[in-house]
């Protein structure tokens, strides 16, 4: 149980394009769903938190224009990355927490997406 | 701040040793933590969480928390290769949030 998908795995893009990551929680509902961007031999970074049907709160110098958070169900959230440019290759993890269960703040991350912007 | 802290490492052992793995954290109100594995480009896996204090077992792993010196940390008894990889250290941001703090990471190099 509690497996998280994302999709696509890896993406290379044209600077200056949009790329949309989706991140589904498969076997249960999650309360909240984050964002996290990791840089090679770097620790995880949140960028936002996520809720299904509210706006999406993002971390101190994350521009929330730039990276676009909607969270339409209790299964789904998506990140587009608007306009990209090479400083925002990285990898872009989710992670979700379920809305029913002993373990409701315990987070469960998908495989990540690598993201290169050429 | 609320921070947590991991040494960086890397730190070795050899193959059926006891890994110990160390975290320590600023925010007294914190009240889960968890320890995750995450092997070179793939996303964290969750390796068990703990709420109270005292050990928590689970197979080769046990959490040990410490509220009143505030620390957590993790044994690997019997420590494989397949157990190098770096261990990330998380608490709760605060009572009834489900935002973490995240620690740099401990990386685990089991020496064959």
């Known amino acids: 149980g509690a497996v998280v998908s994302q999709h696509p795995s890896w993406v290379i893009c044209k600077s200056g394009t949009s790329v949309k990551i989706e991140c589904r929680s498969l076997d249960f509902q999650a309360t909240t769903m984050f964002w996290y961007r990791q840089f090679p031999k770097q620790s995880l970074m949140l960028m936002a938190t996520s809720n299904e049907g509210s706006k999406a709160t993002y971390e101190q110098g994350v521009e929330k224009d730039k990276f676009l958070i909607n969270h339409a169900s209790l299964t789904l959230s998506t990140l587009t990355v608007t306009s990209a440019h090479p400083e925002d290759s990285s990898f872009y993890i989710c992670s979700a927490t379920p809305a029913l269960a002993a373990d409701t703040d315990t987070q469960y991350f998908g495989p990540g997406t690598r993201l290169t912007v050429l | 701040q609320k921070e947590v802290e991991q040494n960086s490492g890397p730190l070795s052992v050899p193959e059926g040793a006891i890994a110990s793995l160390n975290c320590t954290y600023s925010d007294r109100g914190s009240q889960s933590f968890f320890w995750y594995r995450q092997y070179s480009g793939k996303s964290p896996e969750l390796i068990m969480f703990?709420?109270?204090?005292g050990d928590k077992e689970d197979g080769r792993f046990t959490a040990q928390l410490n509220k009143a010196s505030q620390y957590v940390s993790l044994l690997i008894r019997d420590s494989q290769p397949s157990d190098s990889a770096t261990y990330l250290c998380a608490g709760a941001a605060g009572p009834g949030t489900y935002k973490y703090i995240f620690g740099t990471g401990t990386r685990l190099k089991v020496l064959a």
């Open positions: 703990i709420y109270s204090n």
